[in-house]
């Protein structure tokens, strides 16, 4: 369900991306951010009009950040008395909260969190494509009317985005455990490099780039994220604690002057293996947790302009479709090993292919 | 320098792997293994003759579990007594503790570790190419003679591999750090998500992927790892465990029913930076770790078989090397977002060539 008439609240890079594709439906649309200029820059991209509508729009768009969005919608409800509100912090509880607090009214509020976003702040980096196939989660209460969750839910698959319903507190655990602790882990394990040894750093692989990629994240506003979710973020972090616990009781025992006990290579090892099974239930790119194994196929190639074009017509030419890519440096060396990830059914055939092309493959 | 005649003692994936690269070289090798279908496997994919030497070889070479080397090293230095002896186990203070214990000749022995591997165990997966551009760590002693040194470092350099000369103790300290707690790390992660709600999991995306890939491999492999570099590992843990009490400690105040203090923030803040800072250090694919930052550029495809190969084409008419690429899937859709990465020079021409080439770039 579509609505014809929408105010968007906070013309930020979130606030204006969604006004773009409201105004590509043909929705009529108002900006309004207490920075003049930032509904301005909106504006002048075709995000809509400067200004608020005389009469209560269908739905009022609160993209404000995480701190203030329960008290705006509450200040802006008082306005617009029969209007629908939704918002898209990336947290549900706080803003939620702070409604009630407000005094604002529950029944005419459906929060939602469209998980997309740009390093690039402002109305500028705003994008209509932003959302394609993005989750947009959207967090209904238990009496919310059917209409007013439709209106959310509409500018949501209108903007191209995969909506998933979860209650708020559901909403705020879920990214916890999926986003908010991973990005914890990710920077204090980084944090261990940071007075490392040159030397000692240079035997890192693979693995250790991709488990601290994310810790190169920013740390301003990651600091406001975990504090607007830090009940549920504790949470996730006190049950890594404990295992954390276990797994170095015992390799201290382990590694103590008594010698240590068989018991505690258990104890590591079914740690190890809660972390296949967890792993197990992250879903790959296709959204499928129950996903095809794919198989590698590893093929060297010059680092040089060219040679990946060369190899990706080769697989073409051989009918494959290639799900995944890594590319694995040489150290330090212009020689580079591709990665190709193909269904396990067309390892064989692409090997052939690449084979006959002339291109070495590496175990 | 090479030596002429090696004998290769364990002739699983690395033992032949080292020696395949040997024979490459015109030495004489003798293989030798507990297993004697082990050896006849090695000997008949061209990796030496079964059977022990008469006269002691120039190099012997250990390729046997962590666990046993420096006794296995000791036993042989009673045949061979003038032999010089490595070894490519993963962890180096281990076998040298054991070795002294064993009554063992240290001034002969000179440790290594070339960081490469498959799944496949056992001679069959054995490659010539295993140790191309892979680091090898070497660990000569203080007083090791450089001719024994220069074997060790020659068969390393013969393989194609970089040699890294740390001392032992550096070494485990190095994989523990960059290797081992990873693992660690990632694992205790995704064991959060052993028993997760599935639609909670839905919304994890690309950052949960990267911190939790390695928590997939191999839990009794990783078991006798971590156990035998149990002392390095602990180090690393304890740090990361006295960082996360800290962070826990300010999202329980943060949470409180009090309120939050600007401390606690300020605490926050400051892990996440120093995660800043140890990721800039991790080397990148180059191994070079001060690397130029790459753009990105995105690009839409259709999930399809050639689509890939076109659009290598069209990179590398452009005259453009990549530097990396990822595959970003669609939620469910058969649209994939292809993010290339590329210096920053180059990102425009890119994008100008691409979109006259009608790719369609995303944000």
Redesign the interface.
Known sequence: MMPDTVLVVGTGLLGTSVALTLREAGVEVWLHDCDPEASAIAASMGAGTVGLPEVDPDLVVVAVPPFITGEVIAEWQLRYTTSTFTDVASVKAVPLHDLMVAGGDLTRYVGGHP?AG?EIAGPS?A?V??F????W?ITPLDGTELERVGLARGIAENAGA?P?M?DPT??D???A???H??????????????H??????????Q???????????D??L??EI??AN??Q??D??????S???T??DA??H??SAEG?RPS??AD??Y???????????????????AAPEYTVVAV?VD???????????????????????????????L??VVELSVRPEAAQPLERALTEAGWKL??
């Open positions: 998980m740009r980096g994008r494509d932003l394609i196939d993005r989750v989660v995969v998933v979860l559901a909403h655990r879920a990214v455990l999926t986003s602790a991973p990005q914890v882990v990710a920077s204090l394990l980084a944090a261990r490099l940071a490392a040894d040159p030397a000692e750093v240079m035997v890192s692989g693995g250790l780039r991709d488990v601290t990629r994310i810790a190169a994240s740390p301003e990651w600091t975990l504090a830090s009940d973020v504790l996730v972090l006190d049950g890594l604690e295992d954390l616990q797994m170095r390799l201290r382990w590694s240590g505690d290579l590591i090892t740690l190890l293996r809660q972390g296949n099974a967890g792993r197990a239930r992250v879903p790959d790119k296709h959204g499928d947790s060297q680092d040089r302009a060219g040679q990946l074009g060369r190899l990706f017509a080769a697989t073409g030419e051989a009918g494959v479709n290639i799900e995944d890519v890594r590319i694995d440096h040489a150290l330090g060396r020689v580079a590496r175990s």
